[in-house]
């Protein structure tokens, strides 16, 4: 029996895209190149190319960071450079001292009681204001505090791209789609989300390397920091019964439960009010930017005040939908699959799409289905989408002079985000139900981040034998 072949996959032979664009630093990877052997392994160019268009992203805000934060409002939309975080200084009353969840910021939130943000990403605005120097003049703090954030958020996008890159063993390139998104330039300080993003990519690698209870300590810190990595259990569970391997998922829910519960319980104790705020928030929140629940809102002229059941049902149907996928497919799909179409799912069915939400789903798409032309059309979707939302601002926020784009335009460009996601599910879905065409798994490989589930025979499905005698075919 021959050895199995662990060296690294180079893109340029097996996508079209990646090969013609190789052609700027010399062309493909031919087959005598030696690889590996300096300095300049995939893991660290990926890491650099990632920090310098993080760095590019921060230089988009220059206007914003120059002027357009503190002087006029319509400016900071105009130039497409708005961040949350500037303004949630003063806002959430960082910048008088104020402690998050035990102390009222009304009077500088305009009616916000309490910090409306997960614990541990309020642990992290909390750290950026202590680092953050003071100043007599206000604006000049602001400056510090978002510069603050971004290094702090920069050194999640080198844990990021390094667990991705490091998630499929032989896949380290595949990574590049993290790095070179984008929307990942363009969103990455606009708010705190890279923390959970990061998390949850490092949870995903402890998987790989099948420790399940590193893997769900690191998820239940990152559902304490968002709200969407509590996602991934759902999928794991399905994929976990059809391997017979729920000894293993157990273990991932009790280090999720209790790295959650270590984390949140002193908050819960001891500033129950404030606490809640986030919860209490995300359910009372009206319909809101970038979903299909405001372009049905604005077009009938209902508030939509059911949009939370409506949701809730959709998302049910779509997660057994996936369950269905999960267990029907002629081989047991990968877990990255999954876990992208239920982040996709949630990010299509909830109230509220902030353009930063495509941070989420990057990593899974790369990690999902490693594929430069597809990734490129939905992240031109996003990029899209980034802009419309600004210039619809701008033009609210404008009075009589209306420059931006009108309702309609803006509703166009939701739906440009809309199915330029769907469009990268229906892609996934179409590699989990034939697997002999998907990108992965045409080296031998079977789920390179299924960690326990990599290789391992089902115990229970729903595909009928003479499907998985066909597959066996095909495989042979």
């Not at 500037?86 to 309490?114: C, K, N, T």
């Not at 002629?330 to 299509?348: E, I, S």
């Not at 939701?414 to 996934?428: E, K, P, Q, S």
């Amino acid at each position: 029996m021959s050895a199995r072949d662990d060296s690294p996959v180079p893109p340029t032979r097996q996508d079209e895209v990646a090969a013609a664009a190789s052609e700027l630093i010399g062309g493909p990877l031919g087959r005598r190149a030696l690889t590996g052997t300096g300095w300049w392994n995939p893991v660290r160019i990926v890491v650099l190319v990632a920090l310098g268009l993080f760095a590019l992203g921060m230089v988009q805000k220059l206007p914003c960071y120059n002027e357009a934060w503190f002087f006029g409002q319509g400016a900071q939309y105009v130039h497409a450079c708005y961040s949350d975080i500037p303004h949630l200084y003063v806002g959430r009353g960082f910048h008088e001292g104020a402690v998050p969840y035990w102390d009222s910021i009304a009077d500088y939130s305009r009616g916000m009681e309490y910090l409306e943000y997960p614990v541990l990403t309020g642990l992290f605005m909390q750290v950026a204001a202590w680092l953050t120097p003071g100043s007599d003049v206000l604006m000049h703090e602001q400056q510090m505090y978002w510069l603050v954030n971004a290094g702090m958020l920069m050194a999640c996008t080198a844990l990021l791209v390094v667990c991705v890159a490091r998630t499929h063993r032989r896949r380290p390139w595949d990574a590049l789609l993290v790095a070179l998104a984008p929307a990942f330039a363009l969103t990455a300080t606009i708010n705190w989300d890279l923390l959970a993003v990061a998390l949850t990519a490092a949870a995903m690698l402890m998987w790989s390397r099948s420790r399940p209870l590193v893997f769900g300590v690191l998820l239940g810190l990152a559902t304490a920091a968002k709200l969407y990595p509590l996602l991934l259990l759902g999928p794991l569970l399905v994929l976990c019964w059809r391997a017979g391997r729920l000894r293993e998922w157990g273990i991932a829910l009790a280090g999720a439960v209790g790295s959650w519960t270590l984390v949140n319980l002193p908050v819960m104790l001891y500033a129950w009010d404030g606490w809640t705020k986030f919860y209490t928030f995300s359910q009372e929140r009206p319909v809101d930017f970038g979903s299909v629940w405001l372009i049905i809102s604005q077009r009938t002229g209902s508030p939509l005040e059911n949009a939370n059941t409506y949701g809730t049902a959709l998302m049910l149907l779509g997660c057994a939908a996936i369950a269905m996928l999960a267990l029907t497919a002629p081989r047991r799909p990968r877990f990255a699959q999954l876990a992208f179409l239920v982040v996709a799912l949630f990010v299509l069915t909830n109230k509220v799409y902030s353009p930063q939400y495509v941070l989420w789903l990057i990593p899974l798409a790369a990690l999902a289905r490693p594929r430069w032309r597809d990734f490129l059309v939905w992240q031109s979707c996003e990029v899209v989408y980034y802009l419309g939302i600004w210039y619809y601002l701008a033009y609210t926020s404008g009075g009589e002079n209306k420059q931006g784009l009108p309702p309609e335009v803006y509703q166009l460009t939701i739906a440009v985000h809309v199915l330029g996601t769907l469009y990268l599910c229906a892609l996934v879905v179409w590699d989990a139900r034939r697997p002999h065409l998907d990108r992965v798994r045409q080296d031998g490989s079977d789920d390179p981040s299924g960690g326990v589930l990599d290789g391992a025979p089902d115990r229970f499905s729903l595909v009928h034998p003479s499907r998985r005698a066909a597959l066996q075919d095909l495989r042979s």
